[in-house]
Nanobody, 125 residues
C-alpha cells in the first residue's frame, strides 16, 4: 500500500488546515489509519488514529477538541481536520496505516507498517 499525504501549508495561529492521506489500494479501508508529526529537533509523535472497523478515533491530548480524524472508504482516503492551530502544531505530518494494529500500541511508531511522505504544516504566531 502506498500512502500519499497532502494538504500542508502555512497558516496563522487560530487558523485551520485539512490534511488528506490517499491510499493506492482499496484494502486501505480495512486498515487502522493514523497521523504522526515531527517537529524540528524532536522525535516523531502520535497525533491521532482511526480504527478500521468501528471508525472510532483516538487523539493525543494536545489536539483533542481541535483536530478531527475522518475517513472516506470509497475514496481510500483519511482526513485530518485541524482547527484552532497553534505555533506548537508546526511539524511535518505523516500518515500511517496498519492492517493489524492493536489500539494498545496506537502511539508506537513501529506498530504501523505503511507510511506516507510527510507534509509540512507551519503555524505562525
Amino acid at each position: 500500500v502506498q500512502l500519499q499525504a497532502s494538504g500542508g501549508g502555512s497558516v496563522q495561529a487560530g487558523g485551520s488546515l485539512r490534511l488528506a492521506c490517499a491510499a493506492s489500494e482499496h484494502t486501505f479501508s480495512n486498515y487502522a489509519k493514523g497521523w504522526f508529526r515531527q517537529a524540528p529537533g524532536k522525535e516523531r509523535e502520535f497525533v491521532a488514529v482511526i480504527s478500521w472497523n468501528s471508525g472510532t478515533a483516538y487523539y493525543h491530548e494536545s489536539v483533542t477538541g481541535r483536530f478531527t480524524l475522518s475517513r472516506d472508504n470509497a475514496q481510500n482516503t483519511v482526513y485530518l481536520q485541524m482547527n484552532s492551530l497553534k505555533p506548537e502544531d508546526t511539524a511535518v505530518y505523516y500518515c500511517a496505516a496498519d492492517p493489524v494494529l492493536s489500539l494498545a500500541n496506537m502511539r508506537r511508531i513501529d506498530a504501523y507498517e505503511y507510511w506516507g511522505q510527510g507534509t509540512l504544516v507551519t503555524v505562525s504566531s
